[in-house]
C-alpha cells in the first residue's frame, strides 16, 4: 500500500519569489553580481581591494551598510581568511533581502494602480 505523496510547502522559493518577478528587480540584482563579480576580481585575482568594497557595500545599501563592519571582527586574528568570503556571502543576503523588498514594492504599486487608487 502506497501513500500518496503529500506537497511539501516550499517557503524559500515563495519568499524569494518577489525577487525574480519583475523586471526591476532582475536588474538590481545583476548590479549586486557586477558588484560582487568585480569585488571577487580585486580580491582573489589582481589582489588589490581597494575600492571593490565600496562598490559592494554601495550596491547592497542599506541593508549592506549596516552588516559590511562585521568581517571586520575577524581581522588580526588565526581565522583572518574568513573575512572576504563573509563579506560576500554578507552581501549577497543582503541584494538578495533588497531585491524581495524591492520587488515588493512593486507589486504594491502594481496593485494600486489597478484599483484606480492613488498613494497618499
Known amino acids: 500500500m502506497t501513500r500518496d505523496a503529500a ?23 545583476v548590479l549586486v553580481a557586477a558588484a560582487v563579480g568585480l569585488d571577487v576580481h580585486a ?9 571593490a568594497g565600496l562598490w559592494l557595500a554601495l550596491a547592497t545599501a542599506p541593508f549592506g551598510l549596516l552588516t559590511m563592519p562585521l568581517p571586520a571582527v575577524f581581522w588580526d586574528t588565526p581565522v583572518e581568511w574568513i573575512g572576504p568570503p563573509l563579506q560576500l556571502a554578507i552581501a549577497v ?3 538578495l533581502v533588497n531585491a ?4 515588493r514594492m512593486v507589486a504594491g504599486n502594481r496593485a494600486t494602480a489597478r484599483n484606480g487608487r492613488t498613494a497618499a
Open 93 to 95: 543576503t543582503a541584494g
Open 100 to 103: 524581495v523588498h524591492l520587488g
Open 43 to 51: 580580491t582573489y585575482v589582481i589582489h588589490d581591494p581597494s575600492f
Open 7 to 29: 506537497p511539501r510547502p516550499r517557503r524559500i522559493p515563495a519568499l524569494l519569489a518577489p525577487a525574480f518577478d519583475n523586471m526591476l528587480s532582475r536588474a538590481y540584482l
